[in-house]
């Protein structure tokens, strides 16, 4: 157990809808990481946040977004789903910015858009 | 494009035997990463190796880094039927800030 925890682990869905994932972090890491695992595109990057603030994007797209509240949880906004964003989304933490740290990652949700 | 790429892209080994993964990157790196994911699992990390690092242990596993050639090697030795999972390589290029650009990974298979 990473000590990163994301809800829902399944979330199915139809096109057009939008969704939010949640990832609380692990109890004192600062940094939050979101990823996109999709079997054609492997482990991408989306966006991560230190302390509040947006510190690095990656390929996420305009329809996503996503914040860190004050408690350090993270939200990730997916909106006019398409079928292709269909993939498992993992959330990661690590104690500091930077490619210096580990990251520990969540379990991931699975999202299927029908 | 991915900037590390880890070779074979799938493995299949007998228990008892050692796996060595490959990993070749592009641009320089602050460190490199490798981490292991069950199947459908969240990612775990396994050993971090520091660009003026040439070698690291971490129980079975050997990591060696060559930043003449670009790529690095995980090496599990004794390798068991629990370590089949996918293997992938992570680097952080200075230019891509605070972003850990993952490989496509390696598929090990571990038969008991």
């Known amino acids: 157990d990473s000590g990163v925890t994301q809800t829902p682990k399944h979330l199915i869905t139809a096109t057009g809808q939008r969704v939010t994932l949640r990832c609380s972090p692990r109890?004192?890491?600062?940094?939050v990481y979101w990823y996109q695992q999709s079997l054609d595109q492997g482990l991408q990057f989306l966006i991560q946040?230190?302390?509040?603030?947006?510190?690095a994007k990656g390929n996420i797209l305009e329809r996503f977004s996503a914040q860190q509240f004050p408690d350090l949880h993270s939200e990730l906004n997916l909106s006019s789903l398409e079928l292709g964003d269909s993939a498992l989304y993992f959330c990661?933490?690590?104690?500091?910015?930077?490619?210096?740290?580990?990251?520990?990652f969540g379990p991931g949700t699975r999202l299927t858009v029908t | 494009s991915q900037q590390g790429e880890e070779d074979p892209q799938a493995l299949s080994i007998q228990e008892g035997e050692n796996a060595t993964m490959n990993c070749s990157y592009k641009?320089?790196?602050?460190?490199l990463q490798w981490y292991r994911q069950n199947s459908g699992r969240g990612l775990v990390h396994l050993i971090l190796i520091r660009s003026n690092e040439r070698e690291k242990h971490s129980g079975r596993l050997r990591v060696t880094l060559d930043t003449s050639k670009k790529s690095s090697s995980l090496l599990i030795t004794a390798s068991r039927a629990a370590d089949t999972a996918s293997y992938f390589c992570a680097t952080g290029p200075p230019e891509y800030g605070n972003k850990l650009v993952f490989g496509a990974g390696t598929i090990l298979r571990v038969k008991s």
């Open positions: 990661a933490s690590s104690p500091g910015e930077g490619v210096t740290y580990e990251q520990y």
């Open positions: 109890s004192g890491d600062l940094s």
């Open positions: 946040y230190y302390n509040g603030e947006e510190r």
């Open positions: 641009t320089s790196i602050n460190n």
